[in-house]
C-alpha cells in the first residue's frame, strides 16, 4: 500500500486532470471531490474514480473545459447547464443561487442538466447543510436496474442522499444507491468466481440468479426493499429525469452506445431553509430533532454518517493508503 | 357480506360523524376521504376506519369542530394549523393555496400541524396530481419502528407517497409505510396464532423475532430495506416532524398516554409544478415520462397505483362489499 496525505491526493488529482486537458475551474471541483471521497474512505469515489473519468474523456463522453451557465428559472427553481462536463462544477456554480432562493422562497430546487456523473451526492449535501439547509438530491444513472417483478433494466442505481444540519455537530447524513447493491459489488464477485447473494439480481428470465455474470450481462439488477425500493427508483428517473428536462437511465445508457462511460444525466438538489418553516422556533426545533438521533445511537444502532466522519478524522491525522497497483495507474495517467 | 353503493357509504359515513358531533365541513372531508378508501379497496382507510375515528374522539384526543386557519409562512411555504382535528379538513384548506405557490415559485410546501392521522396520503396526492402537480407527501405516526440494528421503537410506520401526473391517464402514484409491514398484519397473525414472517420485527433484546404478540408488546417493529428503509424513517420524521414544528411520532406517542387513539403529527407535502421546469418542454417531457411507465408494465411488473383503479371501476359498477360484522358495528354508531 502506498501512503498519501490529503495535500499530495490534491496535488496528484489535480496534475492527472490538467494534463488531460481540463480547464483550471474544472480540475478543481473534481479534485476537491475526488479529496472528499478517499478522505472519507468512500473508495469509489476517490482517487479510483480517476481512471473512470479519464476513460470518460478518452471515449469523448465529457466535455473537459465545459462552462457551467446558470439560469434564474423561476422565484423557487435554478436551473445551472453543466455543458457536457462532470457534476461538481455546475453544483458548484448552483450552490449560492439555490442557497439565496431557498432563504427566500423557504425551498428551492436546483436542476442541473447535461453534466457527466461524477460526484458522490454526500459531498454536496453537505455543502447545503453547512449553510443551515435541510437538503434532498437524487439522480438516474444508466439502466442496469429491473422493477420488482420484472427481469429487463430500466432504473439506474438511482442514489437518493438527504441531509440535516446538526448545530455544532457534523450534519446527519444519508446517501444509498436505490438497487440493492452497488454495480461494483456484483463486478468484484463476478472478477473473484463467487457466488452473488439471491436478492441482488435475476436472470434474463426474471429468476432469482447467484452468478454475478448472468445478472451483469443477460439479466438484471434488482432494487432494495422490493416494490418499494422499485418505487422510489421510479421517483428519481421521473423528478430527476422528464421532470428536469433530462435523460432518463435507459436514455443515458442509450447515449452512451456501448462506450461504458460514467453516465449522463440530470441531478435534481431540493433545499429548504428550516428558519423559513420554523422561525423563532428554529432552535428549539432543531433540539427535538437531536432526542432522535439519540434515540436512535443510545439503542446501539448506526446514524449513517459516522463512519465517513471518523474515517475523515483518521485521515487527516495519518493521511491515505492506496493499493499500490492504483497509485501506479494513477501515476502513468501523468505520462 | 354487505353490499353497499357509494352513495350508501357516504351516506352512512356522514351520518355517523354528523351523529357524534362533528362539523358539517368536518364531515364531509372525513366522509370523502372514507368513500375514496372503500372505493379502492383500501380497506383500512374505508369504512372500518370510521371506528378508530370514533373511539379516537371518545378518547378526547379529537376535536370534532376545529377549523383549520391557513398561514402564508413564506413564499414557498403555506401552513395550516388544523386545530387538534382529523388531517382531510386541513389538506382541503390547504390545497388552493398549495396550487397556487407551486405555480408561482415553481414548487412548494404545505406543512400541516396539529392534526389528527386519518387520511391515505394518496387521497391527498391525487388532487395534486390532478391539478397537473408532481407531488411528494410524508408524515410520522407512533413510534413503534426499531432503527436497522437496533430494538426499540423509534420511528412510525411513516407512510411515503408520491404522483406524477399522466396526460389522458389515472396518474403514477405509490404510497407505502417504511416499516416491513403495516401494524395491522402483524396484529392480524397475533389473533390469527400464526408465526410472522421473519424481518417484521425484533424481540426486547433487539433479535429477530416470528412473535406476533412479542413484536407487538415487548419488542419492535422493523424498517423495510434494512439501513436504507431505516435511513428514509428517519427523514420522515425530520421533515414532517421538527422541520414543520410538530410531534415526531416518540412524542405523538408519549402524547397518547396509552389511549391506543390514532396518532397525532404534522404532514409535509411538496408540490412541483412541472410547467416551470419545463416551460415550452412541459409536453414533450411528460411524453418521454410515459416511455417509463411502458417499459416498466410491458414487462409485466406491477405499477403501484393500478390495483386501486381496477378496484375503482369495479366499486362504482358494482359498489362494494364489507363484513356483515363491520356493517352492524357501524350501524351501532348511529344509537
Known sequence: MARLSLNEIEQLSQDILQRHGFSPAQVQAVAD??????????????????????DTLKAGK??????????????????????????????RTGLPLLIDKASQQGLAALMINHCVHFSALWVEIE??????????????????????????????TNPIAFGWPRPGKAPYIFDFATSAIARGDIELH?????PIPTGWGVDGEGRASNDAATVLDKGAMLPFGGHKGSALATMIELIAGPMIDDFTSAESLEWDAGCQALPYHGELIL?????RFLGDRTESSLQRAEMLFDSIAEQGARLPSQRRYQARMRSQAEGVEIPDALH??????LR
Chains 1, 2 share one sequence.
Open 127 to 156: 455543502q447545503l447543510t453547512e449553510a443551515g439547509l435541510v437538503a434532498l438530491a437524487c439522480n438516474p444513472s444508466h439502466a442496469w436496474v429491473a422493477p420488482a417483478g420484472g427481469r429487463l433494466p430500466v432504473f439506474g
Open 190 to 194: 463476478r472478477r473473484d468466481g463467487v
Open 271 to 275: 433545499a429548504f431553509d428550516p428558519r
Open 33 to 54: 471531490t475526488v479529496v472528499a471521497g478517499q478522505r472519507d474512505e468512500c473508495h469509489s469515489h476517490g482517487l479510483y474514480r480517476l481512471l473512470g473519468c479519464i
Open 328 to 333: 501506479e495507474d494513477l501515476k502513468a495517467l
Open 62 to 91: 465529457v466535455v473537459p473545459n465545459a462552462k457551467p451557465v446558470p439560469h434564474d428559472r423561476a422565484p423557487a427553481i435554478v436551473l445551472v447547464d453543466a455543458g457536457g462536463g462532470f457534476a461538481p462544477l455546475a453544483f
